[in-house]
């Protein structure tokens, strides 16, 4: 059986972050993670009728071989990120 490992991280600043992630400990499976997105360029910024996709969820799937990898989290973000895992 699989399932999958859930990481959600927030960059509540105004700046691009990096940050080093390490999944130790799972049987992963596979190389491809998900990465879904969640960003604006204006702290304010709201959807609206005139502009209903203004905040979208961008999905991405990274290519990740190995424990460790680094995740760039942009400014005022919601990153999530789902590792596939083998029970």
């Known amino acids: 059986q699989a399932g999958?490992?859930?990481v959600k991280l927030v960059n509540a600043?105004?700046?691009a972050a990096t940050r080093?992630?390490?999944i130790d400990g799972l049987k992963r499976n596979g190389n491809n993670?998900?990465?879904t997105v969640l960003k604006s360029a204006q702290l304010?910024?709201?959807n609206s009728l005139?502009?209903?996709l203004a905040i979208a969820?961008?999905?991405t799937v990274l290519q990740v071989k190995g424990k460790k990898f680094n995740l760039n989290l942009p400014p005022?973000?919601?990153?999530?990120?789902?590792?596939?895992?083998?029970?």
């Open 57 to 59: 969820p961008v999905e």
């Open 4 to 6: 999958e490992l859930v």
């Open 20 to 22: 080093n992630i390490v």
């Open 33 to 35: 993670i998900k990465q």
């Open 50 to 52: 005139d502009q209903p």
């Open 76 to 87: 005022h973000s919601l990153t999530v990120i789902r590792v596939p895992v083998k029970k």
């Open 13 to 15: 600043s105004g700046a």
């Open 44 to 46: 304010e910024q709201v």
